[in-house]
C-alpha cells in the first residue's frame, strides 16, 4: 500500500503485531499480553497518566478477551486462504486481488472494534495531552519525510526477505523495479495526513463529543464515508497495482526452499491464531 494510514492504524497495527509478529510459536503467549503492549505504546503516545492507562488496558483486555478471540479466527480463515493462492502454480493479480480485499476488509472491521474503545480514552484527554499527541503526530510525519527512496527500498528488501529467506540478484533487481514505479504519491499523502491530524487536534481541543470522534475516525479508517481527494485514493489504487504486479512477477522466480518457507510460516500463523479463537471456544 502506499498509504500510511497514521497513529491510529500505528494502534491497530501494534495490536496486530503483539499477535503475528512475535515468533510463530509464541503468537498465542503475545496475544495473551497484547492488553498490556498496546496499553504501554498507546500510553506513550499519549502521555496517559496513570489511571489513563489503567482503563485503556481495561477496555483493551475486555476486547481481546471477548470479539478479539472471533477475530483471531477469522483472521486465521483469510491467512489460509491466502495460503492457498499463493501456493498455486500460477498466481495471478486477479487473485491477489480478492485477498487483499479481504484483509482489507478485515482491517475496517477491526478498526470500528476499536475505535469506541480509543474513542473512550481520547475524551478524557486534558489540553496538555492533547498538545503532546499533536507533537507526535507532526515528529512521525517528518521522520517519514526524511526517508528516500533508498530507504524504502531496503525496507522492502527485508519485509519480502523476511518470509522468503535471501533474496538473489535477480529478485532484488524486480524489487528496485517495483519501487521505481511506485507513483510519487509520499508528499501528497503527508499532506492529507497532515490535514485529518490537524482535524483531530481541533475535535479534542474542543472538548468534542463521542459521536463527533466517532465519525471522524470511521471517516478515516473505515472510509465511512470515504474524505480522500480523488488524487488520493487514485495513488493508493495505483501504487496497490503496482505491488500486485511485482508479486505476480516475484511468485515464479521463488526457489522451491523459499516458497516452503512462505508457506510454513502462513501455517504457523494461521494455527497459533486458531489455538486463541479455539480458547475462546472451551472458555464459553
Do not use: K
Amino acid at each position: 500500500m502506499t498509504q500510511r494510514p497514521g497513529w491510529w492504524w500505528h494502534l491497530v497495527a501494534a495490536l496486530c503485531c503483539a499477535v503475528l509478529l512475535a515468533g510463530c510459536h509464541r503468537v498465542d503467549i503475545a496475544y495473551e499480553r497484547g492488553d498490556w503492549f498496546v496499553a504501554r505504546w498507546a500510553g506513550g503516545l499519549l502521555d496517559l497518566d496513570r489511571d489513563q492507562r489503567q482503563a485503556a488496558r481495561a477496555l483493551i483486555q475486555d476486547y481481546r478477551d471477548g470479539p478479539g478471540r472471533a477475530r483471531a479466527g477469522e483472521l486465521a480463515a483469510l491467512l489460509d486462504a491466502l495460503r492457498d493462492t499463493l501456493s498455486a502454480d500460477e498466481l495471478t493479480s486477479e487473485a491477489l486481488a480478492v485477498q487483499r480485499a479481504a484483509l482489507a476488509h478485515f482491517g475496517r472491521d477491526l478498526s470500528g472494534d476499536l475505535i469506541p474503545g480509543m474513542v473512550t480514552v481520547l475524551s478524557t484527554m486534558r489540553p496538555e495531552q492533547v498538545r503532546h499527541l499533536s507533537g507526535e503526530l507532526e515528529a512521525m510525519l517528518e521522520e517519514e519525510a526524511a526517508r528516500d527512496t533508498a530507504a524504502r527500498q531496503s525496507r522492502l528488501y527485508e519485509a519480502v526477505s523476511r518470509w522468503t529467506g535471501r533474496l538473489d540478484t535477480a529478485q532484488e533487481r524486480l524489487l528496485d523495479d517495483c519501487i521505481a514505479q511506485m507513483p510519487e504519491a509520499w508528499h501528497r499523502q503527508r499532506a492529507w495526513r497532515a490535514d485529518m491530524n490537524a482535524q483531530l487536534i481541533a475535535l479534542l481541543d474542543d472538548a468534542a463529543d463521542a459521536p463527533a470522534l466517532t465519525a471522524y475516525f470511521q471517516a478515516r479508517y473505515q472510509l465511512r464515508p470515504d474524505q480522500r481527494p480523488e488524487e488520493i485514493a487514485l495513488l493508493q489504487r495505483e501504487g496497490v497495482a503496482v505491488m500486485q504486479g511485482c508479486l505476480v512477477q516475484l511468485h515464479p522466480t521463488l526457489t522451491t526452499r523459499q516458497r516452503e518457507r512462505v508457506l510454513g510460516r502462513l501455517d504457523d500463523y494461521r494455527d497459533a491464531l486458531q489455538r486463541v479463537a479455539r480458547r475462546s471456544d472451551s472458555e464459553g
